[in-house]
């Protein structure tokens, strides 16, 4: 068999078409989990486009869990790096980035599995929770999770292990009076939402003072207070930003 000079080979490109759009709750990239499954609160949806038949979806309700492939939108601006520096690792050390779950990939790919809340259909939206996926991400895929074969119990967890949070995160009486209105108008969990969000630290690895940080979820501005282990929500409000169509 001729070896493959893999530099000499110019690969033919893929044209690859979204098949839908992710609505999140995170509308913003600043405090996104690093891995679906740590924020059970951060619920979103996939809505399909009507190039892929509804019917697609028949029979999905069957699983709890489901893959989302999808574009890293966001990301794809600003180009791929070949080695990178895991936020986990501190942001000092460097590893390949097929190595990570860094969005900044060759063709800025990424997968998450997420808890499948309810199938609307017709309409073909889907509602997802304990997503990472900031607002407006393309799907390129979806399929159901099959535990017998996606989970692997005796896998090494290289350097990825499971972060440990020991923040503690407390609410101002006036931003608690906010989540039970937001609750009381539009049924979502903001106070479970916003808690689960700060207690996995969203600030950068290699910048982890003490300050004052605004932060945004769903058409919601945070503004919170970080002291040792210990963040104060201080002030919650309505913004007005239109979300993904
Ligand atoms: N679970 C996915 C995976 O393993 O491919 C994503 C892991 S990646 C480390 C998760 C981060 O991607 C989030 O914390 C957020 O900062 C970023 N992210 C989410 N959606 C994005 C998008 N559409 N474009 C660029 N970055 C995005």
Same mark, same amino acid.
């Given at each position: 068999?001729?070896?493959?000079?893999?530099?000499?080979?110019?690969?033919?490109?893929?044209?690859?078409?979204?098949?839908?759009?992710?609505?999140?709750?995170?509308?913003?990239?600043?405090?996104?989990?690093?891995? #679906?499954?740590?924020?059970?609160?951060?619920?979103?949806?996939?809505?399909?486009?009507?190039?892929?038949?509804?019917?697609?979806?028949?029979?999905?309700?069957?699983?709890?869990?489901?893959?989302?492939?999808?574009?890293?939108?966001?990301?794809?601006?600003?180009?791929?790096?070949?080695?990178?520096?895991?936020?986990?690792?501190?942001?000092?050390?460097?590893?390949?980035?097929?190595?990570?779950?860094? #969005?900044?990939? #060759?063709?800025?790919?990424?997968?998450?599995?997420?808890?499948?809340?309810?199938?609307?259909?017709?309409?073909?939206?889907?509602?997802?929770?304990?997503?990472?996926?900031?607002?407006?991400?393309?799907?390129?895929?979806?399929?159901?999770?099959?535990?017998?074969?996606?989970?692997? #119990?005796?896998?090494?967890?290289?350097?990825?292990?499971?972060?440990?949070?020991?923040?503690?995160?407390?609410?101002?009486?006036?931003?608690?009076?906010?989540?039970?209105?937001?609750?009381?108008?539009?049924?979502?969990?903001?106070?479970?939402?916003?808690?689960?969000?700060?207690?996995?630290?969203?600030?950068?690895?290699?910048?982890?003072?003490?300050?004052?940080?605004?932060?945004?979820?769903?058409?919601?501005?945070?503004?919170?207070?970080?002291?040792?282990?210990?963040?104060?929500?201080?002030?919650?409000?309505?913004?007005?930003?239109?979300?993904?169509?």
């Amino acid at each position: 068999m001729t070896q493959l000079n893999h530099k000499t080979t110019d690969p033919a490109d893929i044209s690859i078409k979204p098949i839908g759009i992710v609505h999140s709750c995170f509308t913003e990239k600043f405090g996104i989990p690093r891995q #679906p499954g740590l924020v059970p609160a951060a619920t979103g949806s996939i809505e399909l486009y009507d190039w892929v038949e509804a019917s697609s979806l028949d029979d999905l309700g069957v699983f709890s869990h489901l893959w989302i492939f999808f574009h890293f939108h966001q990301a794809a601006k600003r180009g791929w790096k070949p080695r990178v520096r895991p936020p986990r690792l501190g942001g000092n050390k460097k590893v390949g980035v097929l190595a990570s779950r860094s #969005p900044q990939r #060759p063709n800025f790919l990424g997968q998450s599995v997420v808890r499948i809340d309810r199938i609307d259909q017709p309409g073909g939206i889907i509602h997802i929770s304990g997503l990472d996926l900031l607002d407006g991400t393309p799907v390129i895929d979806i399929k159901p999770y099959i535990p017998y074969t996606d989970s692997v #119990p005796d896998a090494s967890e290289g350097y990825a292990f499971r972060p440990v949070h020991t923040l503690e995160v407390i609410f101002s009486p006036e931003s608690l009076k906010v989540c039970v209105a937001y609750k009381a108008r539009y049924g979502r969990q903001l106070k479970q939402l916003i808690s689960q969000v700060l207690q996995q630290d969203p600030r950068p690895a290699y910048h982890q003072d003490n300050r004052t940080y605004g932060m945004r979820l769903w058409d919601i501005n945070i503004r919170f207070s970080i002291n040792q282990q210990t963040i104060t929500v201080q002030t919650i409000e309505e913004s007005h930003y239109a979300h993904t169509t």
